[in-house]
């Protein structure tokens, strides 16, 4: 029998003597617990993902002394498995250490390099040509590195003979990933005959969240054990033969209570791990500022979240309403800050230069930046982090004002299209509901036709396709790659579809002054989906 603990660790990417210490002691922890090892996340000591911090000769030095200092600092607990940049003659790798005995005793190169989605590790890292296993008690360890589990071959057909597996992971979540994961352990398992034991990272890091959810897979590919998500875990796991056992743990959240852990997790890890200690917003009365402050209380607290509501000549009185509801049953401090003085005030200015005065979508996307400009004021005046209220159906289409409400630091429901913001909020109402609590959302959001009140009586729909139209289409465009033919074939209108992919296509330079947020699809604006704004191909 061995006895492994999957450490399940939150670590910030450049922090090594942080990470250091918090790696070292949840050594002692697992040790308390009597593991014979424990197991860290993928490069978890110099932080996931380090991205071009490793080109910096300095920093892989420096991150190699922290290695060597921290085998030296567990060498009284039990051996350790470690994500951490390695040098060799060939270039730098991807690589898992076991410390033990106070140095280290034995290193993985990670052989599989992923270039795809978010993922660029050839461009910083060359791959490994070797299988590498250790010996934990009685037991032979195999070594694997996330990417390395996802098709067969190195390091997997050296591993026949060898009862577990470790595989260390980074693996950024995604709706649909966690079932892809245990697909993938299952073939490994198949294969091998092997436990695999699954470690994955938790946390966030800029527009990444790990959602963790480590895993143990038997020999026969049931799931055997399972940690936590969205929360740091140290789970402590007994193998021996063909039984294993574990603690227990709560059922993983499914649908939109999974998202919703996601973005809340993501924002407050990027406030925290980037010195914000509170955030702003503006509180329109709509359904997207709505969910954003309620995530915000979340994820900082009620206290560290202030609001403006900031109306405009074109501002219904029960949109001023609403979001007083809102800050009040959320508990989040709301300021009145209205813009027609300032809105009059351009006008004027620019009378003269735009012959008679700003007049149309100029006039409307004056009112959004002055908007902008109010939410940024407060933020240098108070260090607050200000937080973008657009979804991925608006950025998708460029219904969204640069330098306006496309202002801020960090958009929390940035990934998130228009129905499943609603999903959202209503999932946020009954869970408030099942606990004896006020709904945070008032109905009347809910169930209002979505507007900018840019003008009078203006509807998103007056220019946009309604949304259950036009999320789909979104999805089989962005998401999917498919032109329009094939979005066409799918049952959608051509005329709708071809005008989709146009506004799409245009607003590619809107999205690359974005501020980052939250990935939970498959394929988000940035980091997944890269497009030259310059672009005369026409699908």
Known sequence: MVRLAIGQLNTTVGDLDGNAERLAGWAARARAEGADAIAFPELALPGYPPEDLVLRPEFVRDQLAALADLARSTADACPVVVGFVDRSDAGLHNAAAVLADGRIVARYHKVKLPNYGVFDE????????????????????????????????????????????????GSPYHRGKRDERVEVLRARAAETGAWIVYVNLVGGQDELVFDGGSLVVAPDGSVASRAATFEEDLLVVDLAGDASRAPARPAWPEGADEVD??????????????????????????????LVATLAADALGPEAVRALAMPSPYSSSHSLEDAREVARRLGIRLEEVPITPVLEAYRTALAAVLDGGPRGVTDENLQARIRGTYLMAVSNASGALVLATGNKSEYAVGYSTLYGDMA?????????????????????????????????????????????????????????????????????????????????????DRGVVER???????????????APGVKITPKAFGRDRRMPITNAYRT
């Not at 996330?146 to 098709?151: F, L």
């Not at 997997?156 to 260390?168: R, S």
């Not at 990027?270 to 955030?279: I, L, Q």
């Not at 900018?452 to 999320?471: C, F, I, M, T």
């Open 122 to 169: 050839r461009r910083t890292f060359v791959p490994g040509d070797a299988a590498t296993h250790v010996t934990i008690g009685e037991t032979a360890v195999g070594l694997s590195i996330c990417e390395d589990a996802w098709g067969p071959g190195l390091p997997w057909t050296a591993y026949g003979d060898v009862p577990v597996v470790v595989n260390i992971n």
């Open 261 to 290: 852990a996601a973005l809340v997790l993501g924002l407050r890890d990027y406030a925290r791990k980037n010195g914000f200690r509170s955030a702003v917003l503006g509180l329109s009365g709509g359904i997207d500022s709505a």
């Open 408 to 492: 801020g630091g960090f958009a929390p429901i940035k990934d998130v299209p228009k129905l499943l913001v609603y999903e959202l909020a209503r999932r946020r109402n009954e869970r408030a509901i099942l606990d004896g609590r006020e709904p945070p959302i008032p109905e009347r959001v809910l169930t209002k036709a979505p507007s900018a009140e840019l003008r009078p009586g203006q509807r998103d729909e007056d220019s946009l396709p309604p949304y259950p139209v036009l999320d789909p289409i979104l999805e089989l465009y962005v998401e999917r790659d498919l032109g329009i033919d094939e979005i066409v074939a799918a049952g959608h």
């Open 500 to 514: 989709v992919v146009r506004m799409v296509d245009r607003a590619e330079y809107k999205r690359r002054q974005a």
